[in-house]
């Protein structure tokens, strides 16, 4: 039995329609014991006091909005290589899961911002950074929608994925490079030792945002499959469809 | 040695500098051609760096913490404003059929146009600047370090935003989609090269803002035109 | 030798030919006939190597056409003149694009073959439909390559133009290049080595 049989939409259809439920409720599952973690067991933070307690969402939106665009790469520079349909549309399904992890990103480490330094936004490299990711998540999602024909799509989002990869280092090493320019640096989360309890729970949700947005990706990809495949036999014949 | 020669002289040169020639050669002579148009997009230039005096206060040393920051912001709408010549009426008249079509590889005649673009957008605007500046207050030795970043930056401007420009061939949306999938590329060289100055007022040395421009260079030309290259095959499929 | 294996093009849902095959030997022409939106174009460009097919390959002399530019000319719908440039500077710059150095005898020549010397000073804004296309047909009088790939080149010309593309067509072929037209009017090409390929 061979991989590439699951190179075909159809049959991926059927696969990703099986695995989804189990990635999602592993994902319920680990995300009610990350927020239990987070909100009732960890202990109060000695200088932020309860606000802190966002960083168990912020943190693991951060990690997966920049996780998904390299995976987005990544299904970008197989479709590119080999012309395949299905790693195409994978990557189109990530899209709009990496944006709004994005956008989760901004917002909550903007409410954490307020209490933290006194106000929601401020320029610094981290959220400077996020903001450019989400104007890349954008920038692919709006080429998508300008171009009519679905495979030249697939081939023109691929180049403005993978070009916007080399922004990811940057956004990632920029936090560094930040210190060197500007010194007094804002608050790190990573930095000093954490208390063990707060790490667990960070760490738990950072899986539970995974398997969320691989169980979201797995349903989109299956109607973006519906969509581009309309008018194949195999659709005709799923349960469910009502013949034109 | 007659027969060598007579070998060499029949064997046509599809090397990478003759394509360049071409496309620079090819591009400044259109352009040079609509003069007018050219000093539109500098005119432009010149009015957005002019009207922020006019819209904050003359403070000098407001301005003086603005200026860079502004004269980078022009520039980037200057590249902007000029980049959808870069492929938009070679693509309707059929020339870039005829330029993927050539012998000569891609890249280096893609490469060729992003460099006649910034002869004609982005070295333009390197020159104005000092004379621009000094409506900010800014002193020579902030200038010239602006001038610099400005040298080193606008070539990166014009390479990503080819790669901008020939992604966006045939595809609604026109000016509004490239400008917002340019700006995420542009961000980091506008934060890096208006940063150089700020570290310079601040007594800081500018070296890893220049640093980072110029391996943003190498980067750009290298893979630019690749990936230049790569987005135009798929806007004349 | 130019040879299509098994080429299909689909446009959206349409299937525009669907396992196509074609072999064209050195000394031939084919016409490519068929109504609008039959896919004559879309043929031309997946010989030229321009499109990529959904499925198959095309080969000439055994290489991948797309590797094989230096030895094919193309000529679309579009003239690809610049019209800010005269005709003279279009014309060279279209030919060195193609790689040839073009002596000003050469493009002299070339222009009195498609009668444009009077215009040889003028900025291509000024021509005609009929003259933009017969400095398409200097270009290729100045291309002598192994395959012709036309796009409907009878396009706005009138007899003598006709005329002249099939004089230009007819020395190619007995100099064994091979020529490939998608066309929806009769072109007076030596029947004796055209073939026909009707596309529906």
């Not at chain 1, 950072?206 to 169980?215: D, S």
């Not at chain 3, 000073?121 to 003259?131: D, I, Y």
Request: hydrophobic residues 55%; proline residues 5%.
């Amino acid at each position: 039995m061979s991989l590439y049989r699951f190179s075909s939409p159809a049959t991926f259809y059927a696969l990703a329609g099986r695995m989804a439920p189990w990635f999602a409720g592993a994902a319920a599952i680990l995300a009610a014991i990350g927020l239990w973690t987070g909100l009732v067991v960890a202990p109060t933070d000695f200088q932020q006091g309860e606000a802190y307690r966002i960083i168990f969402i912020h943190v693991a939106s951060a990690w997966m909005s920049m996780f998904i665009y390299l995976v987005m790469a990544f299904w970008s520079i197989v479709a590119l290589s080999f012309n395949t349909r299905l790693s195409a549309m994978l990557a189109q399904a990530l899209a709009p899961t990496g944006a709004w992890m994005t956008f989760i990103a901004l917002w909550t480490g903007s409410l954490w911002g307020r209490p933290t330094w006194g106000t929601y936004w401020a320029w610094d490299a981290r959220m400077t950074s996020e903001l450019i990711l989400l104007f890349l998540y954008f920038g692919v999602i709006a080429l998508r929608n300008a171009i009519d024909d679905a495979r030249r799509a697939d081939r023109a989002c691929g180049v403005l994925t993978i070009v916007g990869a080399v922004n990811i280092p940057i956004i990632y090493y920029s936090v560094q490079w930040w210190n060197t320019l500007h010194q007094g640096a804002s608050v790190s989360p990573t930095g000093s030792k954490m208390n063990t309890i707060m790490l667990t729970g960070m760490l738990v949700m950072a899986v539970a945002a995974w398997l969320y947005a691989i169980a979201v990706a797995l349903w989109r990809v299956r109607a973006i499959i519906l969509e581009r495949e309309r008018g194949s036999a195999w659709i005709e014949e799923l349960p469910g469809m009502v013949r034109a | 040695m007659s027969t060598v020669a007579a070998t060499a002289l029949n064997e046509p040169d599809h090397g990478v500098f003759s394509a360049i020639r071409w496309a620079v050669a090819h591009d400044l002579r259109v352009a040079l051609r609509s003069r007018a148009e050219l000093a539109v997009q500098l005119l432009f230039y010149v009015i957005v760096v002019s009207l922020f005096p006019l819209a904050s206060s003359p403070d000098r040393a407001l301005l003086a913490a603005l200026g860079p920051g502004v004269l980078w912001v022009a520039a980037l709408l200057a590249s902007l404003l000029a980049l959808p010549r870069l492929f938009a009426s070679d693509f309707a008249d059929g020339t870039l059929e005829q330029v993927a079509m050539s012998p000569y590889p891609l890249p280096a005649l893609v490469g060729g146009k992003a460099l006649a673009h910034w002869l004609t957008t982005g070295l333009p605007v390197v020159v104005l600047a000092p004379i621009l500046g000094l409506q900010y207050a800014l002193d020579a030795d902030v200038l010239k370090v602006v001038v610099l970043a400005l040298l080193i930056g606008t070539p990166i401007l014009s390479l990503l935003g080819g790669i901008g420009a020939a992604l966006t061939l045939g595809a609604r949306g026109g000016g509004g989609l490239l400008a917002l999938l340019i700006l995420p590329l542009y961000v980091p060289v506008l934060i890096f090269g208006a940063g150089a100055a700020d570290a310079f007022r601040a007594g800081l040395s500018v070296s890893p803002n220049m640093s980072l421009l110029g391996a943003a260079l190498l980067v750009a030309l290298v893979g630019a035109p690749f990936a230049m290259a790569a987005a135009v095959r798929i806007a004349i499929d | 030798m130019l040879e299509a294996i098994d080429i299909t093009a689909r446009r959206g849902t349409a299937v525009l030919f669907n396992r196509l095959r074609l072999r064209v030997e050195p000394g031939r022409a084919l016409l490519v006939t068929g109504r609008n939106g039959s896919g004559k174009t879309t043929l031309l460009r997946v010989l030229a190597g321009l499109t990529q097919p959904d499925d198959g390959a095309v080969t000439l002399n055994g290489s991948a056409t797309g590797a094989m530019r230096a030895h094919i000319a193309f000529a679309g719908h579009a003239a690809a003149l610049k019209d800010e440039l005269t005709v003279e500077e279009n014309l060279r710059a279209l030919a060195e694009l193609g790689g040839e150095t073009v002596t000003h005898d050469a493009l002299s020549s070339a222009l009195g073959t498609v009668d444009l010397a009077g215009q040889r000073e003028l900025p291509a804004r000024t021509l005609s439909a009929g003259q933009r296309r017969r400095v398409t047909l200097a270009r290729l009088a100045l291309l002598p390559r192994a395959l012709w790939l036309l796009d409907e080149p009878a396009t706005a010309l009138d007899t003598t133009g006709i005329g002249v593309l099939a004089e230009l067509v007819t020395q190619r072929l007995r100099a064994g290049g091979i020529v490939v037209a998608a066309t929806h009017q009769p072109l007076e090409w030596p029947p004796d080595r055209a073939d026909s390929l009707a596309l529906s």
